[in-house]
């Protein structure tokens, strides 16, 4: 079990959204991060690294991000519409700009197909919190 | 002049909003995100600690946001309205409830009053950016 | 399997540690920087706030450095040891620190023997990475 | 005067440093954490983005570890020299490698001469405030 999962049970949080959807979110978004740092790394190693510029751009966006939509919705505690939505719309846009560019090198690049399965994930885990938030 | 100024004539970018107005708004970012930062660990040192717990935990987000906001933007090449304005939407937003909370205790702390200046001058930048990206 | 684990076999990196070792340290990283981010936001609901200030300060230092070092290790293509030996004994320092502090709070609050789990657990994966470069 | 400049004398902190000089440090690691940022897209934005590679990758680690350095030496408060000591000399560190591959591409392009400027003067800071620590 994540340690969002192990911590959301731990303390009064605002909100109605369940805890596990939250920590879902919470994990999509730390993955997410995790794997475009990790792609935009591995571009940078291919010999073709001049195609790989909108993906390396891309993914550092996406890394930004998430990271900090990751850290905002992990404390968990400011319940603030007027942020979170924004913040999680620009997350999942993000998201899906990154996919989409990924999923295009994934059949020349297996570390591309990887992070495009990350950015659907976490577009899908924006988008489902999102929701539940409406 | 600051670096991001200096940057910002040195390479080709997309979009075209004018590098005075671009720049403005990553320093104006780039200081709040140090604004709120310090803040927070000031508020930490304050005897009547119970009070300022609303000001930690805005200071703590707006400072995630607008480092994210100031790094995303500060590439200056991804212009994707998608993305860009929702984030800065959020941000905008997140400053403006930092910098109520901020003035709430600028009278009894003046490291509230001067994050609470830092708070005003990024939304300010933030919306002024979102007007010229329109 | 985590996503630092895919990535790791899909391109060339420097250096001769191997892959188990980095990507348990890349993850070990990246759960005390949202376990830590998680405890503060929990110490900060706590009554007992001003008890918890020692704590908090130390899950934002423990977040920020642990967060910073997964991403340049989780890059895993800067292989210089004066970067990446003082980072990783930075974080493991902090780590302890941290940990240590969770600990004493532990009996009291989940959130904190949770965290403290996470703090160790990344000590020690600091530690068994700078073994394994030296 | 920075924000850093601002804060610094609003409250408590611990530790024997003079705030003139912490404040300087804290404003060439925010600086230098913005150039870098810049200069790594500026970098992808140049026809010979192949040579620019090893620019690249500095300019992120340097980003990441000048910004976790910044939050954590601007909060002022944590003064373990087990942590802040190896933080810096890291921090240094990459300052100075980046600085030398900057410097390199200077001649060519002036986002990396201005990206060079900053690292070395980021690098002096750290060394000061290193000294001053001991």
């Known amino acids: 079990m994540s340690y969002a999962r192990q911590m959301l049970d731990t303390y009064p949080r605002g909100g109605t959204v369940e805890s596990d959807l939250l920590a879902a979110t919470i994990d999509a978004l730390n993955d997410c991060a995790?794997?475009?740092?990790?792609?935009n790394a591995a571009d940078l190693s291919e010999p073709s690294v001049a195609d790989m510029v909108t993906c390396i751009?891309?993914?550092?966006?996406c890394t930004d991000i998430c990271a900090a939509t990751a850290a905002v919705i992990g404390r968990l505690t400011s319940d603030d519409p007027r942020v979170t939505r924004p913040l999680l719309?620009?997350?999942?846009?993000?998201?899906?700009?990154?996919?989409d560019e990924c999923e295009r090198h994934a059949p020349h690049h297996a570390h591309c197909r990887i992070c495009a399965e990350a950015c659907r994930s976490c577009e899908r885990a924006c988008l489902a919190l999102l929701e539940a938030l409406a």
Do not use: H, M, P, T
Not at 89 to 99: P, Q, T, Y
């Open 57 to 61: 751009r891309l993914c550092l966006d």
């Open 34 to 39: 995790q794997a475009c740092n990790a792609d």
């Open 89 to 99: 719309e620009a997350c999942a846009a993000i998201c899906r700009s990154c996919g």
